[in-house]
């Protein structure tokens, strides 16, 4: 008859509390009961929630076994594993009914996946995510990822396509690394920072980047090596956007 339920918990008629809570804390509220005479009772109560423990537990579908930890009611992807042939890999976009909402440092480094979809729960891409990936080919990020983080794609050689969804906004050091195969790359305008060498390569002669498409402003950096002496590319941004100039030793075209 006062206070209130955790949000996503109910008190049904005949008592039961059901649901699953969304929010910790601790929850003071009362309640009236009422008996078949019609005689009534008041009893003030309280309710404790306490988040889960960050453990881990595994996942397993039909390309591999997913490790992963979950934090307050999301998941965090920690380690894939391929149990058949490789191929293509799809983050899933919820474990057991819960988000998936990151994929921690190094999850899927080395592995033999050839492409890898990105699912919308996603919004962070750890360091190390995919380095070493040399089969990978194809990335498609999903529209809710904003960061990728240092050294993500690292050394994946056959990388040759990568659609970046609209909602990144930070670009990690060395995040493109020795991805010498990717020719193209179109750049979302919500990506406002790009970390040092992020398609870059340690030795010249070795990069076939040729095209990098800017869709908004100018991003900011910290290193002025983004595209280092050894990418050839130009970089192509649209009329009306701002911050352009001789970029990080890249030439732009417009």
Known sequence: ISGSLPSSLTLATNGVISGTPTTNGT???????????SATATQSLTLTV???????FTFTTNSGIF????????????????????????VPGTIYNLPVTAIGASAFANCPLTSVTITDNVTSIGSYAFSSCHSLTAVIIGNNVTSIGSNAFQFCYSLTSIVLGNNVTS??????WWCYQLASIVIPSSVTYIGGTAFGLSEAGY??????????????????????NEV????????????????YGAPYGQ
């Open 171 to 176: 670009i990690g050091d060395a995040a493109f």
């Open 50 to 56: 306490l988040g889960p423990p960050s453990i881990p």
């Open 207 to 228: 990069n076939n980047l040729i095209s990098v498409y800017f869709l908004g402003n100018a991003p900011g950096s910290d290193n002025l090596d983004i595209f280092p």
């Open 27 to 37: 929850f003071n509220f009362t309640v009236k009961v009422t008996d078949a005479l």
């Open 232 to 247: 050839k590319a130009t970089a192509y941004y649209l009329s009306g956007t701002t911050g352009w100039f001789t970029y």
């Open 67 to 90: 490790t992963f930890t979950t934090n307050h009611g999301t998941i965090t992807i920690t380690r894939f594993v391929f149990t058949g042939p490789a191929g293509p890999v799809t």
